[in-house]
């Protein structure tokens, strides 16, 4: 239940909600208890033939007001047996009518409104979920997200947080009236009869253990169907992503055999899931049922054989409110075991929430205004896991110098881009540190250290919105002007207004409406809004067509002058105007120099190079 009262600390911020419903759910309760001891007994006074009853009643006098069962009984026969005496029957039951209407009346009215107040706890906890989770997403370090798959965190996102809403949040208000109801019908029960009450709670705890075993049960079944469908997921998402190469090597039956069986998988599961969550309801009337018609014999006896212990219609009142216990008892079973399918997409959802983030901000940051002087990556080692040998970085020593543009080259693997990621946190140093201006980035702010930083990627990262949108993003005041002459720069203005909306041109997913070389321009356009002093190229002309590399290479050098740039580059002929070329082997730097004193070093620079020529 720990996960359960996990996902209740989400309700503080709507206690407010939570005391009318509570308030609400009392009030229904008790009307729904009233108008069952109002009709059930005393219909008995109406269709006797005998009025000994009534005078016997009457002659009593009227009973003394006590807290109890019995008091309140003697209260309604007293003051009917009044009424039937002096208005008669017929009037009597129209009483008995018009009152039992008014108490369903009131009972539904605060029903709905136990539902109203309810609405708001349910919804608001499951979108501040949702926000926490985002949050939590946000500043997960970029190392997550490569050893989870992108279909299955949706999944948590999306489904176990639908499942929390639709199991947890909808049961809760049982969760909280139908116990509130039973308690009051007990205690009823027991102002009654407490030895026929005994003997029900004596059967109780077999009932409750039953239910028990099938939820835990159905939790772990449910956790197994949730994280198949996580599985479902990442196929999907894999397979839209991935669509032109399926198509081109006609794999479209064995992605779709691939699918199907996990999907096949998640079928059997689903169906366990749903037999189990519905074996609780029936089984519960059963048992209670079962429960009652022992009662029913106990109670039955002992009114026909000791009638001065049990009055005849005080058992038939009994049975009555007793038969009301089997709704609520019926519904908290329910309820308890969807709240155990929530409770297994909370598990889910809580590896995501729970997830160590390991860009840590500083407990005294120092601040970082500008960028003055240089970049300096001293004694740096890096692994992606802690405690692995395998380092990626190993002992880097550079000095970048304001103004200056300095290019990593290497093979595929050699440390390039992870080394660029140093700078911006994306991952932090195992070993040593990155500094800038003599400052180590791990006591700067992060928002103040990226706002010094633009990067252009290989794969530009496009949204499915406006080009408008795209190019200002993360600058939500800037002003159409600017946003032009970005364009400009980046060679991406021409073919925008070519476009039938121009600026406000959608441009699909990650940019699918466009070529590569548009998408690059368009990156590059946002890089250069942000105007900022420090540039990170990852191989941002690589994939590209020679055209196409024209343009985005003449808008790369306009973004790079006067600015501090870390290139990454496979196209050597790209860096050769590089004040230091970087050359990386296994996470080492094995060389550096200009790109002529590299090619009379006749080292693992010029074989590069030469290969690249010779290609």
């Avoid at 020593?397 to 992870?418: E, R």
């Avoid at 002003?479 to 002459?485: F, P, R």
């Avoid at 364009?487 to 991406?492: D, F, Q, S, V, Y």
């Amino acid at each position: 239940m720990k996960k359960f009262f996990g996902i209740l600390r989400y309700i503080k911020g709507y206690w407010n909600y939570g005391i009318l419903n509570i308030v609400c759910n009392i009030f229904s309760v008790i009307f729904g208890l009233f108008s069952l001891t109002l009709v059930a007994p005393f219909l008995t006074f109406l269709f006797q033939s005998d009025t000994s009853r009534i005078d016997e009643i009457i002659n009593k006098g009227k009973p003394l007001v006590k807290i109890s069962a019995d008091s309140v009984i003697n209260q309604f026969n007293y003051y009917l047996a009044v009424f039937i005496k002096e208005d008669g029957k017929l009037k009597a039951l129209i009483f008995l009518c018009v009152m039992f209407i008014i108490m369903i009346f009131f009972k539904n009215l605060f029903r709905y409104l136990a539902m109203y107040f309810v609405a708001p706890i349910r919804n608001g906890v499951v979108r501040d979920m949702r926000n926490k989770m985002m949050d939590r997403i946000m500043n997960l370090h970029l190392g997550y997200f490569s050893e989870e798959r992108k279909g299955d965190i949706m999944s948590r996102m999306t489904t176990d947080v639908m499942e929390i809403e639709w199991s947890v949040m909808q049961s809760l208000e049982m969760i909280f009236r139908e116990p509130l109801t039973i308690i009051l019908y007990l205690t009823f029960l027991i102002n009654l009869s407490p030895s026929l009450t005994l003997y029900a709670f004596a059967l109780l705890p077999i009932a409750a253990l039953i239910i028990v075993l099938i939820g835990k049960s159905l939790k772990r079944t449910s956790h197994k169907s949730k994280t198949v469908l996580g599985t479902l997921f990442s196929i999907m998402e894999e397979s839209l992503g991935g669509l032109k190469v399926i198509k081109a090597f006609t794999s479209e039956s064995f992605v779709g055999k691939k699918f199907q069986a996990v999907n096949h998988q998640f079928f059997k599961l689903s169906n366990r899931v749903y037999r189990k969550n519905d074996l609780a309801s029936p089984l519960s009337e059963v048992m209670v049922t079962g429960i009652m018609m022992m009662i029913l014999y106990l109670g039955g006896k002992m009114v026909i054989e000791q009638p001065d212990k049990l009055d005849g219609s005080l058992f038939i009142t009994y049975l009555a409110i007793f038969s009301q216990l089997v709704p609520p008892v019926k519904q908290l079973t329910t309820s308890y075991v969807n709240v155990q399918r929530g409770l297994a997409s909370a598990e889910r959802i809580d590896k995501i929430l729970e997830a160590e983030i390991q860009i840590k901000e500083p407990l005294a940051p120092v601040k970082l205004s500008g960028f003055n002087s240089e970049i300096e990556y001293k004694d740096l080692s890096f692994a992606y896991t802690k405690g692995d040998e395998g380092y990626v970085l190993k002992k880097i020593n550079l000095k970048i110098a304001k103004g200056k543009t300095i290019a990593l080259v290497g093979q595929s693997g050699s440390g390039k881009t992870t080394m660029a990621d140093m700078v911006p946190r994306f991952y932090d140093a195992t070993d040593g540190a990155v500094l800038i201006d003599g400052i180590d980035i791990r006591n700067v702010l992060t928002s103040d250290l990226r706002s010094l930083l633009g990067i252009v990627s290989q794969e530009p990262i496009l949204f499915n919105d406006t080009i408008f949108n795209n190019i200002a993003f993360g600058n939500e005041h800037v002003s159409k002007e600017k946003v032009m002459e970005a364009a400009k720069i980046a060679n991406a203005h021409e073919f925008i207004e070519q476009l039938v909306e121009g600026y406000h041109s959608n441009i699909g997913d990650r940019g699918s409406k466009l070529s590569g070389g548009q998408r690059q321009r368009i990156s590059i356009a946002r890089a250069v809004l942000k105007n900022p002093p420090i540039l990170i190229l990852d191989e941002a002309t690589s994939a590209l067509d020679t055209e196409s590399e024209r343009l985005v290479q003449d808008a790369l050098t306009k973004l790079m002058q006067n600015r501090t740039t870390l290139v990454i580059a496979h196209r050597l002929s790209t860096i050769v105007h590089a004040d230091e070329i970087v050359v990386l082997n296994q996470g080492e730097i094995i060389e550096r120099g200009t790109h002529k004193a590299l090619l009379e070093k006749n080292g693992a620079y010029k074989r590069l190079f030469d290969m690249q020529s010779f290609a």
